[in-house]
């Protein structure tokens, strides 16, 4: 039932994309040549032509949300995540559809459609286009979910849920579909093998039996999906509780424990025949890392320069407020566990560590001058880290980089630590913008930087661009 209802939405979702991404074009060229918004320098085409582009639309814009992975739906992601998929999608569209009209118009078109030019668009109408179909991609998804979140809401279209593991990692999944009943999941309870007497499960969802009795819970409840958040211990009677369930046509999803078991993806490799698992494989490597050093240099580069004049006005200010250089560096660990000096201006007097050596510092250290407690406010001290950025020893998205002092306790206390390493480190980062900045969970910071490490991408870079302006960066420091 659940799948053929995903077949459904996915159909809808197809076929709305199509309609209005014609729609899209055809607002385009209205507002390209019937609004006056734009000069018309070389003559208006009949709208008629555009519409013999509209067959084109209705395939490539399909096809570039689907590239994006727009059609694989999942109740958790996020408008923001909607919201770059379809922009992402929209231009992949637009690339497909500049393509395929011309190579149409080269080998299929008549001699007398090739004269007049009939699949032609022009630049500035796909550039509209693109914009539209942004808008209009968005805003159809957003009016969906609003709609779905209202059903489930009121109980309407829920997915039965079957949690294995009533232990620690059970017990964050439940709190998790708790707290977000607007993704339509009705937990039935749990099956736990250290069940005990206490059949009240957690948070008054039922213990309702052993992992042996999961393929008869699942079939007499019709549970829709299973999650197995079992301990790292338990995990070899995984595959007898998958394969027991699998027969009736349950959705099995598995929770790692990542701080204890795996943290980074998991790759299969090859070593001469035999197969060999790669549990710490990133996917950063080859045109994924040369894409995002080019992205660190555009925007490093136009950081420096925007910053020259004010960073003028903020030198001459940190030297009036107390004798020394301008800049402070500090040593920090990054790409491979690489140390490096990162640049920073300098917010605390020289001797400020005399006394009490390396110590964790915030925005009230009393340590800082009065122009540094000002530029720590405002995070106008971590500027020039851009430099660090230009130069390649960090990213401008990455792990918050560490000094050397605290790396050494934090990597024999803290599980996979080490991994965040994997990547270089960055002036923000996928924590941060999610509130694990500053003097806050460790652990929490440690699995937001494996997330981000494992799930990469340019899109995800841009997102965490995004959130740091409108979540991190002051007036809206702490806005969700």
């Given at each position: 039932m659940?799948?053929?209802?995903n077949?459904?939405l996915v159909?809808?979702?197809?076929?709305?994309?199509a309609?209005?991404?014609?729609?899209?074009?055809?607002?385009?060229?209205?507002l390209?040549?019937?609004?006056g918004l734009?000069?018309?320098?070389?003559?208006?085409?009949p709208?008629?032509q555009?519409f013999?582009?509209?067959?084109?639309?209705?395939?490539?814009?399909?096809?570039g949300?689907?590239?994006?992975?727009?059609?694989?739906?999942?109740?958790?992601?996020?408008r923001?995540?909607?919201?770059?998929?379809?922009l992402?999608?929209?231009?992949?569209?637009?690339?497909?559809?500049?393509v395929?009209?011309?190579y149409?118009?080269?080998?299929?078109?008549?001699?007398?459609?090739?004269?007049?030019?009939?699949?032609e668009?022009?630049?500035?109408?796909?550039?509209?286009?693109?914009?539209?179909?942004?808008?209009l991609?968005y805003?159809?998804r957003?009016?969906?979910?609003?709609?779905?979140?209202?059903r489930?809401?009121?109980?309407?279209?829920?997915?039965r849920?079957?949690?294995?593991?009533?232990?620690?990692?059970?017990?964050?999944?439940?709190?998790?579909?708790?707290?977000?009943?607007?993704?339509?999941?009705?937990?039935?309870?749990?099956v736990?093998?250290?069940?005990?007497?206490?059949?009240?499960?957690?948070?008054?969802?039922?213990?309702?039996?052993?992992?042996a009795?999961?393929?008869?819970?699942?079939?007499?409840?019709?549970?829709?999906?299973?999650?197995?958040?079992?301990?790292?211990?338990?995990h070899?009677?995984?595959?007898?509780?998958?394969?027991?369930?699998?027969?009736?046509?349950?959705?099995v999803?598995?929770v790692?424990?990542?701080?204890?078991?795996?943290a980074?993806?998991?790759r299969?490799?090859?070593?001469?025949?035999?197969?060999?698992?790669?549990?710490?494989?990133?996917?950063?490597?080859?045109?994924?890392?040369?894409?995002?050093?080019?992205?660190d240099?555009l925007?490093?580069a136009?950081?420096l320069a925007?910053?020259?004049?004010p960073?003028?006005?903020?030198?001459w200010?940190?030297?009036r407020?107390?004798?020394?250089?301008?800049?402070?560096t500090?040593?920090?660990?990054?790409?491979?566990?690489?140390?490096f000096?990162?640049?920073?201006?300098?917010?605390?007097?020289?001797?400020?560590?005399?006394?009490?050596?390396p110590?964790?510092?915030?925005?009230d250290?009393?340590?800082?001058?009065?122009?540094?407690?000002?530029?720590?406010?405002?995070?106008?001290d971590?500027?020039?880290?851009?430099?660090?950025?230009?130069?390649?020893?960090?990213?401008?998205?990455?792990?918050?980089?560490?000094?050397?002092?605290?790396?050494?306790?934090?990597?024999?206390?803290?599980?996979?630590?080490?991994?965040?390493?994997?990547?270089?480190a960055?002036?923000?980062?996928?924590?941060?913008?999610?509130?694990?900045?500053?003097?806050t969970?460790?652990?929490?910071?440690?699995?937001y930087?494996?997330y981000?490490?494992?799930?990469?991408?340019v899109?995800l870079d841009?997102?965490?661009?995004w959130?740091?302006?409108?979540?991190?960066?002051?007036?809206?420091r702490g806005?969700?």
């Open positions: 659940v799948r053929r209802h077949r459904v159909a809808f979702h197809v076929f709305t994309d309609m209005l991404g014609m729609v899209a074009f055809l607002l385009a060229y209205v390209r040549f019937e609004t734009f000069a018309i320098t070389r003559g208006q085409p709208i008629e555009y013999g582009v509209l067959p084109f639309i209705a395939l490539v814009v399909p096809i949300f689907h590239l994006q992975g727009l059609y694989r739906l999942r109740r958790g992601r996020s923001i995540d909607d919201f770059f998929n379809v992402v999608g929209s231009i992949f569209a637009v690339v497909l559809g500049t395929s009209t011309l149409f118009q080269a080998y299929y078109a008549t001699e007398a459609q090739r004269d007049i030019g009939a699949f668009v022009s630049r500035i109408v796909w550039g509209i286009f693109l914009v539209c179909n942004i808008i991609g805003l159809s957003k009016f969906i979910r609003e709609a779905l979140e209202r489930w809401m009121a109980g309407v279209g829920l997915r849920v079957l949690i294995a593991g009533a232990g620690d990692l059970g017990r964050v999944v439940a709190d998790r579909m708790l707290e977000h009943r607007e993704l339509g999941y009705y937990i039935v309870g749990f736990d093998d250290k069940a005990g007497g206490d059949h009240l499960g957690y948070r008054g969802l039922p213990l309702l039996g052993s992992l009795d999961a393929a008869d819970i699942v079939a007499n409840e019709k549970i829709d999906h299973l999650y197995v958040a079992l301990p790292l211990e338990e070899m009677k995984l595959l007898d509780l998958v394969e027991s369930t699998s027969r009736e046509g349950v959705d999803k598995v790692p424990d990542l701080l204890q078991f795996i980074l993806r998991a299969l490799e090859d070593l001469d025949g035999v197969p060999v698992i790669n549990l710490n494989d990133v996917p950063l490597q080859g045109v994924s890392a040369f894409a995002k050093r080019a992205l240099i925007i490093s136009g950081a925007a910053m020259a004049l960073g003028l006005l903020i030198s200010m940190i030297k407020s107390s004798p020394g250089p301008v800049f402070y500090q040593e920090r660990m990054g790409l491979d566990g690489k140390q000096n990162v640049y920073k201006f300098r917010t605390m007097p020289l001797d400020a560590e005399n006394d009490t050596g110590v964790w510092a915030d925005e250290d009393p340590r800082a001058t009065r122009i540094g407690a000002f530029l720590r406010r405002h995070d106008l971590e500027w020039p880290q851009f430099w660090n950025v230009f130069v390649g020893e960090m990213s401008i998205v990455g792990p918050r980089p560490e000094r050397p002092f605290f790396v050494e306790q934090f990597k024999h206390r803290i599980p996979q630590y080490m991994l965040r390493h994997k990547v270089k960055g002036i923000t980062g996928w924590a941060q913008v999610n509130g694990w900045r500053g003097n969970s460790l652990e929490k910071r440690i699995e930087d494996l981000y490490i494992e799930n990469w991408s899109t841009i997102k965490i661009m959130l740091t302006l409108i979540r991190v960066l002051p007036p809206n806005a969700v």
